[in-house]
């Protein structure tokens, strides 16, 4: 069983930036993959990134190549999520999860056993 916990979130400014943090609880979180999911009001849970049980891969959407990094630190239990130059349609309740589904793709959140409860990450223009 693996308990998530998210912090970071916030209001910023349009160009600002945050830092996501994903702290998990048990002792096989190095076991799992990790994602970052989003949803906005009136929309459906979308991907943003996803990074293997080793760190070694990384995925993430169109929408925020380039501007999001994911890692992790497995001697912390903890998956962060630094979010730059962030605009106005960013603006979701941030989700992570953790989990090794097959046969489900990194970007498939039916891959994902264990939700947090959700950070709000607001953007003002």
């Known amino acids: 069983q693996v308990q998530l916990v998210e912090s970071g979130g916030g209001l910023v400014q349009a160009g600002g930036s945050l830092r996501l943090s994903c702290a998990a609880s048990?002792?096989?979180?190095?076991?799992?993959?990790m994602g970052w999911f989003r949803q906005a009001p009136g929309k459906e849970r979308e991907f943003v990134a996803a990074?293997?049980?080793?760190?070694?891969?990384?995925y993430y959407a169109d929408s925020v190549k380039g501007r999001f990094t994911i890692s992790r630190d497995n001697a912390k239990n903890t998956v962060y999520l630094q979010m730059n130059s962030l605009k106005p349609e960013d603006t979701a309740v941030y989700y992570c999860?953790?989990?090794?589904?097959?046969?489900?793709?990194?970007?498939?959140?039916?891959?994902?056993?264990?939700w947090g409860q959700g950070t709000q990450v607001t953007v003002s223009s």
């Open positions: 999860a953790a989990g090794n589904r097959l046969p489900y793709s990194h970007r498939d959140p039916r891959r994902y056993e264990y």
């Open positions: 990074i293997s049980w080793y760190g070694g891969i990384r």
């Open positions: 048990g002792p096989t979180f190095s076991n799992y993959a």
